[in-house]
Structure formats: structure tokens, C-alpha cells
């Protein structure tokens, strides 16, 4: 008998676009929905793990839809896959299990993004996953305190549902930081109480605030900062709050920082370049304290990761 | 009528199931992969370099994708000879498949020191010799560049073997590969193993800065094949053939196409590396692709594939 293959880990399946729309200027969304195998994969699937899609034959969009800064890139070649985290997994219920859903919220950077442009309804992609360890959810947690920088967003709104649904008792809110307004792969718009908020964890009920480097939306200055005045501002007890941070380098440096003036643990979920993002290669090493002092050992951003204890982490900056 | 097609290879006097293996590097210690294939059904896999002392590994970013390849930079990262015995070798156990272990050291003692103690084993079928790695300083490269030091460290590690084969592991970074072979099989190698990646940079024009941190890296993927092709095809004719050594082919490989081109070429059983990592078990479809290929050209062992270049 054929042995069963990836069940209840992780493992190779496909998966239909339903849509895939723009929504930013370089942000679009896009809606997958898994066969069988994906689905049952994801049954478990929390949030902060990802998954690697395959693109390779994916083909260019026309000349005209790609933007000037890519025309160099637009014409490499791509072999490996491209490790993508969710903003959102939606079980619809089935005769046989339930059907999968996966939404994506990506920024087009390079040759492989630019290529997901052409994704339309009805194509099939090969997808691996779900891969990583996501993130740690305690018993204890009633506050949970999201910080997003740029495209570090869609595992935290994940995240904020995955919350609302499983752990109403959770208390969360949301800061969410970019260079300028339009690089913020979110709907804004204009809430009761706090100004400026953003439509999608709006709609989840998470109180969220916006900060953008040159000030064209919400707070003027790092999102890190922006948090660090709400935290001195309601001091949340350390013992049963958490900081999630998703973003560049240097944002999850500082927002480790921040944690720590505060006395609050923080999980960062850090990006690394994956040839394999399963575990064979080891290129994506992420620099980790060990127990004995001064010493530091490699772990792997897609195994042991994306998501680790902000205090162990010795950041690339 | 369909002819039934022997894939099986006798193999520096081993027997392999087939000659598709996972390459060393790309298949972990073969743990991680079994969650995507049964790895049963492998002609065999290399684990990853195994070092006497645990290695970090270099600095990120340790790749960097090119056209049609990829750098790596990985710096024989591995979790040491003692951990290796103690946690992967009762997985490794278990695989069902012919393991080779991949050896690496900076010095002969270290490599003597890994075989003498791996050869011990009843999981390692037998043990790949490294001589090849670009990304460490020392060590590595440095011996499989010099045709005294091959024969040198080969004889050492080969003593040190037992009754174990003994493949050596080449670099293309030579001028003269064959030269690197018959060093390798006068001092008593087993097996060739060929190719290695090719020393390479990537210079992000921004920065002007290397990509790796490495600065330069290993060159793997679909753009090595037609060299890699062509240094099997050559070692195989002069040295391999004649001294009726078998070569375990490899670089770039992704489809049975390939594999088979390798085996035309001289190459007795072929590696699987980089595409590994796009797609996990591409070493069963290739495993496929071969016998559906002999059964169309009507052939009915591997010896009639391997060297058959017109
Ligand atoms: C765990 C994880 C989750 C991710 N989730 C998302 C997501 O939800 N949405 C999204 O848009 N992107 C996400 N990314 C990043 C995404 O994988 C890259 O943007 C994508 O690979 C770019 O491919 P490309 O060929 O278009 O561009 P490339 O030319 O490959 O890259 C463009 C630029 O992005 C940088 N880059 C590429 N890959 C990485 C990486 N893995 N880590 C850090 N920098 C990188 C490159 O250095 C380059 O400057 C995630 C990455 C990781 C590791
Ligand atoms: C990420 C990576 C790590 C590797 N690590 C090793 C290693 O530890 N030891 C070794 O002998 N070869 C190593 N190699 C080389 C491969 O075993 C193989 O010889 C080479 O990649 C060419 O084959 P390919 O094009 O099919 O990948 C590594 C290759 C890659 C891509
Ligand atoms: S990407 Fe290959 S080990 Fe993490």
C-alpha cells in the first residue's frame, strides 16, 4: 500500500484561486482554496506558520503593468518557491471535512510577486505547507498587543481573528506602522474614538492604530513608538500580556526593546531567504541565545520558526 | 510485450534499489523528507556533512537565487559527530533506503576521526568524502585541489573506512578534474562522486556589496548540468572506465532526462540536489522517468545506460 503521506503535518497539495485583487498600488489579496489534502493539513494550522508556493511557471504580466523600478528584475528567472504567510484561514464546512480557505496579502517586490499578478479565478498552484511553528498562545494570555510594520501584517491578522474566534476573552489591539500611507497593506478609514483605524481589524472588533514614517496617515514616526505611549499610557500586566511583532528587522529589533522596558514578553516572526523552507537546507538561520551565557547557536527561521521569544534573538541589523 | 527493467545498481559492492539518491546538503538527515515521500524507495540518501565538532555555520544570507540556480553559502552548519551517532543514526536506521554519510573536517585527523567512528555503524552503508565544500576557509576545497593532498587524505580516510566504500567527492574547480580522479582512485577511492558546486558571487548593485555574507558561494541548480555533464563524460572516459570505478553523477538535475543524460555520460547513479527543494519528492518521479525511458529504448539493466554515449 502507498504510504499516507503528510497527514496531520505538512505536505505538498494544490490550490484554486478564487480571486485575486489589487488593493494597494504593490498590495494585492489573493483567495486560495485547497483540495482535499491542503485542507485536512490545515485543520490545525495556526496562526504565524506559512506556506511555500511554487511560481516558477507562472508567466510575466505585459510590459505596461510592470512597474519601472522591476523591469530588471521582471526578467530573472525563478526556481525556488516563495515562502508566504496567511492573513486568514476559513473552514467551510463539507461532507467530507472541511474545505480550506487561504487568503494571502502580498506586496509585489521582485520576480516572483510580480508574476502572482497574472493569478487569476480557476488557476491552480502547488503549495507546501503549513509550515513553522506559529505562534505561542498561553492559557494565561488576556491581552494580547500586535505590532505590524510595512508587510509584516497579513500572520497578525490572522492572528486578531484567530483570537476573536477561539479566545473572546482575549483582549487585543493592533499598531500598524509604514513608510507612507500607501504602503500600509490595509483599508483605512475613520473611526469613532481613536481617528484613524483600519478596516480590517475593524470589522474583527480590534481597536487599531495607524503610524506612518512621514506622517501622510495616523501617528508621525515608528509604529514602535506609536505603541510605546499607549503601553506607558495603560501598563498591561506583564503576567498576562504578550507582544506579537511582524516586520523588517529592525522594526522586531525595537519592538523588542520595547517589550522588554515594559517587563512583557514579545514573539517576533522574523523572515529569513528559505531555499527549501522545510528544513533540508539550512539557509535560513536565525541567531538564537543559548542557556549559557554569551553563547548563541543557528535555529531554523522555518522550522523552529518564523515565529521566536524576542529575548533569544540576536537581530541582523 | 513490456519488458521488465532491472533499476537496480551494483555500487562500489553495494546493491542499490536504483541509482537515484538525495544529494548531500539537500536532503537534511533525511528525517525532514520522509514527511513528503517514502524515502524507502530511494536508490539511497547523503546526509549532510558531518564534521567531529559541531559547526555554526556561517552568517546570513547564506543563498541567494540566480538564473537557473542558486549560491549557497551554508558553511557545513551540522550538529557534530557525537549528536549525529546519538540522535540521527537510529532514524537514519530506519529509512529502508542504502545511507551514505558525508564527511567533512578542516584537518586529516578530523576526517579520520568521523569515519573511523561512522564506519562503525550498521545504518552507514558507507561514507562520501568531502573534499570539495567552497564555503569553509580551511579545509574543504583546499584538499580537493591538489591531486598530493587528494591522494593523501583519501588514503587516510580509506583506512580508516574498514570495509566501508569510500566515495570521494570532486570539485570542479580544477583545471584538471581528471587529474583530481585518478589521485582519488590510485589511493583507493571506491566511487567518484561528481560534481560539487562552482565557486560564484552575486553583487547586489545597490550596496555594492556581495549578496551573501559569505561573499561568494556554491553554485547548484539547472545552470551547472551541461558542465557537469561534460566533467562526468570526461573523467569517465579517462580515468573512471579504465580503472572501473563507478561515478555517482550530479548537478542540476530535475527531470529523468536528465538523470538519463548523466547515466549516458558514465555516471553509474545520479544525485538529486537542488530540486529537492522545489519540489520534495522529485526523486521518485525521476526514479519513474528512468525506467519509462529503458523500457522505451528496450533496455533492461542500468549497465547498458551508464557510459553508453555515442
Ligand atoms: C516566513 C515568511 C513569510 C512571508 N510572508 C509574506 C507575506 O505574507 N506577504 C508578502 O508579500 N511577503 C511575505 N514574505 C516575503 C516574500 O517571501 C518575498 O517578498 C518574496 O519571496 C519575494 O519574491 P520575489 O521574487 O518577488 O522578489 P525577490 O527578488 O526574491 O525579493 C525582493 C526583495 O525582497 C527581499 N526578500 C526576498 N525574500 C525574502 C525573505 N524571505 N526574507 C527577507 N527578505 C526577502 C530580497 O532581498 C529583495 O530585496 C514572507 C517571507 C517569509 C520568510
Ligand atoms: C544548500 C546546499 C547545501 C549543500 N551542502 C553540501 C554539503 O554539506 N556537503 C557536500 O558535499 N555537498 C553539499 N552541497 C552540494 C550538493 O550535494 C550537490 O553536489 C550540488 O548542489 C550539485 O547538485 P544540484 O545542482 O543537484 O544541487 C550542497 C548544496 C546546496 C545547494
Ligand atoms: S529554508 Fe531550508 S532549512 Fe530553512
Known sequence: MEKEVGAGHKGSFTAKVLSNQQIRECYYRLNLKLDPIGSRLFETAKPGRFVEIDLAGLPLPPEDKIPPALRDAAYRQILLRRPFSFSDVIFVPGQNGPCVKLEILYCILGPATLRMMTLAGGDTLNLIGPLGNGFALPDTLKKAVLIAGGMGAPPLLHLGGYLKRHRPEVETICFAGAKSCEDLPFTLKIGNLTGLVLEEFDVLGIPSLVATDDGSAGFRGFVTDCARRWLRDNQPNPGETLVYACGPEPMLAEAARLAKEFDLPCQVSMERMMACGIGLCQSCAVEIKTDSPGQTEYKLCCKDGPVFDSRNVIFNL | MEQNVDLTVDFAGLKLKNPVLTASGTCGYADELAEFMDVSKLGGVITKSITAA????????????????????????????????????????????????????????????????????KAVAGLELNISCPNVKQGGISFGTDPTQIRDITKQVKAACGHKPLIVKLTPMVTDISAAARAAVEAGADALSMVNTFTAMVIDIETRRPVLANRTGGLSGPAVKPIAIYLVSKVYQEVARPAGVPILGGGGIRTAADAVEFMIAGAAAVTIGTATFVQPDTALHIIEGVRRYCTRKGLTTMNELTGSLQ
Do not use: C, H, W
Not at chain 2, 533506503?97 to 578530523?110: E, K, L, R, S
Not at chain 2, 579520520?112 to 562503525?120: D, M, N, S, T
Open chain 2, 54 to 121: 559541531p559547526r555554526k555555520g556561517n552568517p546570513t544570507p547564506r543563498i541567494v537565487e540566480t538564473d537557473a540556480g542558486m549560491l549557497n553559502a551554508i558553511g557545513l552548519a551540522n550538529i557534530g559527530l557525537e549528536r549525529f551517532v546519538s540522535e540521527k543514526i537510529p532514524v537514519l536506521e530506519q529509512l529502508g533506503t542504502t545511507v551514505f554519510v558525508n564527511v567533512a573536517g578542516q584537518m586529516i585527523d578530523d576526517y579520520v576521526q568521523v569515519a573511523e567512528r561512522l564506519a562503525k555503524e
